[in-house]
């Protein structure tokens, strides 16, 4: 402990240099706090244990292809099976087709919707009262309502864009949970507009199971039911679901991991350039300090212990502002996209804190080792004469 | 006659670069009594650091014994050598090389950290160092806002703050003004007379050299006449 004084001072020996070497880990370690912790939240199911006994069925070729609405009873008499709602996701266009405009819009049965099935959603309810009452009505996510600015009584206009009708809904109420992300409307309504599959077809049945331990029997009695008809089925969990939506992005994870090891070793090199210079241009104060007895394990160790100071400290104030500035700032930004079910899990964790503790000391003790023992063994005569 | 505190005894080096072999010291025969006050001449490349460093024991002899204190440190191992380095001698050189991160406290205080002396006893040793050479007034100040006479001051207090029995020093006063050399060599006849440190000196300054009580000459690498100085002699008598 009585030679940090001196360690700490040859950090900042060169304030400039050590200043962007360490602004480089800072960058680097905040670039990987963030994508640790999108992918842990995208790793987790986005509404704790009640989400984990809903199903998705969609059909067997994806989500372009409709079910026929006659399945819906059939699923409901299958034992377990609490509750099921038709639902189409109507992919419409609200203002103009700028991306920020985006958002989430579901019809459903709103006589169970939120009683039955998305019961981990919080809801005034006289507003889901008059939800149900109201058949041009919607809710929306609180985020959702918060961006757009959303007054009771207010009405929107969505057009369609492969179902071909335009929606005049007004807003009546907010509703809170885990997902913000998206607008719920009657599925009578959207008949009510009569598009070629008016009261005929649906886009996917949500579905809850009274117990989890029943998820694979209905599961698979699901797809057996449907197998060898007309429009055969394949039943997610809401997790896997939500999941396979995240694929359409691509293999973004491997990606992610490969990236993160890149910058990390490219910041690993760009640390230890600065240590090399560093030791390079001490040549000969550390042959004066040999002279004065420090023995080649204490040079070894004030060079190693710099680069790792260093990486640290930029491993602090990275982590710091991931978790203060950078999570939180994402997490207001993607509150109204398709991200946003994963968002409630977008938190730093305390693994994702010791990993980054961990790597900042790796990142040190790799870039420091070579010069630390390069340093260690200079000759003190050598040193002195500076030949070295 | 008293035992020498220093006796260097058929010392040889030979530095290797490559496959060349580079002689620099030959069949070098020299005793130093304790509380003497050496001073070492000769031209440039005539061995002079080189014989030093054999003395202040950071480098070894090819050949040859050398036994200060009755332990031929021509024989032992590094880290042995680097133990004995701290307790026994201290280090004076020509452009001071005090850590410019370090203020002068602090680069003082710097061998006493290889002691397990605590942090008041510490400061307590580095103030009477700094006191010694009469800068206690300058102990925050960083080695870029001292003058080189200051500098070399603060790398004498360094080298004496553990209270090593021998100090060598390479050209001291080489790279300073009349006035501050003369300041040093003031410095340095006091630390042998007062505090009885063994002094051993290289300069190419006959004047400096005069200071010492005796002096021996390197020439291409051979130890030549060894004259007493008027000091010396006065010290005799
Ligand atoms: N570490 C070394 N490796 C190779 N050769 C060396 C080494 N140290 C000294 N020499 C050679 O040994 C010879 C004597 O060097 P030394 O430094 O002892 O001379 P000096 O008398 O101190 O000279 P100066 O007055 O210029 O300081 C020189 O020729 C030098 O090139
Ligand atoms: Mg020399």
Redesign the interface.
């Not at chain 2, 850590?99 to 370090?102: A, I, N, T, W």
């Given at each position: 402990m009585k030679f940090f004084n001196l360690v700490w001072r040859n950090v900042f020996r060169k304030k400039t240099r050590t200043v962007l070497t360490t602004g480089s880990i800072v960058l680097v370690l905040v670039l990987i706090v963030v994508l640790t912790c999108l992918l842990q939240a995208m790793e987790q199911d986005p509404s704790g244990n009640r989400g984990s006994n809903r199903l998705v069925v969609q059909h067997a070729t994806g989500l372009a292809n409709f079910l026929p609405l006659s399945q819906r009873q059939r699923i409901e008499q299958i034992p377990g099976v609490v509750a099921v709602s038709p639902q189409i996701w109507f992919g419409g266009v609200y203002r103009d087709d700028k991306p920020e405009n985006f958002f989430g819009q579901l019809s459903c049965d709103p006589e169970i919707f939120f009683t039955k099935l998305f019961d981990d959603a919080t809801i005034d309810p006289a507003i889901e009262k008059e939800f149900r009452a109201t058949q041009n009505s919607f809710v929306a996510g609180q985020s959702l309502v918060n961006k757009f600015h959303w007054k009771k009584g207010e009405h929107i206009m969505l057009r369609g864009t492969y179902i071909p009708v335009t929606l005049d809904l007004v807003f009546v109420g907010a509703y809170r949970s885990g997902d913000e992300s998206n607008a719920f409307f009657h599925n009578e309504y959207l008949n009510q507009a009569k598009w070629f599959g008016a009261n005929r077809v649906t886009g996917i049945y949500y579905l809850k199971v009274a117990d989890a331990a029943d998820l694979p029997r209905v599961t698979s009695t699901i797809d057996k039911m449907f197998e060898n008809s007309d429009a055969p089925t394949k039943t997610l969990t809401e997790k896997q679901f939500q999941a396979s939506f995240m694929e359409m992005m691509g293999n973004i994870k491997g990606l992610i991991r490969w990236i993160s090891l890149i910058i990390l070793f490219a910041v690993t090199l760009i640390v230890a350039n600065t240590v090399a210079m560093s030791a390079r241009e001490r040549v000969t104060e550390i042959s004066v300090m040999r002279t004065l007895g420090f023995r080649p394990g204490h040079i070894l160790g004030f060079i190693l212990s710099e680069a790792v100071l260093m990486s640290l400290l930029g491993g602090l104030l990275g982590v710091v502002l991931a978790k203060y500035l950078f999570v939180p700032g994402m997490v207001k930004g993607m509150a109204t996209t398709p991200m946003a079910p994963f968002l409630i899990n977008f938190k730093v964790t305390g693994s994702v804190l010791l990993a980054a503790f961990l790597i900042s000391v790796g990142v040190g003790v790799l870039a420091g080792f070579v010069p630390a023992i390069r340093s260690s063994r200079i000759r003190i005569v050598d040193g002195l004469r500076q030949v070295v | 006659m008293a035992e020498p505190l220093i006796a260097i005894e058929h010392v040889e080096k030979v530095y290797r670069r490559d496959a060349l072999e580079i002689p620099v010291l030959n069949d070098v025969n020299l005793e130093i009594l304790q509380g003497e006050f050496v001073s070492l001449m000769g031209p440039s490349g005539s061995g002079k650091t080189?014989l030093l460093?054999l003395i202040?024991g950071?480098?070894q002899p090819t050949r040859g014994r050398i036994v200060i204190g009755g332990k031929d440190i021509a024989r032992i191992g590094?880290?042995e050598l680097?133990?004995w380095?701290?307790?026994t001698v201290g280090?004076i050189?020509q452009l001071y090389?005090l850590?410019?991160?370090?203020t002068a406290f602090?680069n003082v205080e710097?061998?006493l950290?290889?002691t397990p002396l605590k942090?008041a006893e510490r400061r307590r040793h580095v103030e009477t160092a700094l006191k010694i050479v009469s800068l206690e007034d300058r102990m925050d100040h960083y080695p870029r806002q001292l003058s080189g006479g200051q500098e070399q001051r603060v790398a004498i207090a360094?080298a004496i703050v553990s209270d090593p029995a021998i100090l060598v020093a390479d050209e001291p006063t080489g790279d300073l003004d009349a006035k501050s050399a003369e300041e040093i060599l003031v410095l340095l006849n006091r630390l042998n007379a007062e505090f009885g440190k063994t002094i051993v000196m290289v300069t190419h300054d006959p004047k400096a050299a005069a200071r010492a009580h005796r002096m021996v000459h390197l020439d291409k690498g051979v130890l030549h006449a060894d004259e007493q100085t008027e000091a010396g002699a006065a010290r005799k008598a």
């Open positions: - | 080189t460093n202040a950071i480098d590094q880290s680097a133990r380095r701290s307790r280090f050189f090389n850590l410019p991160v370090l602090e710097l061998p950290l290889l942090r360094r």
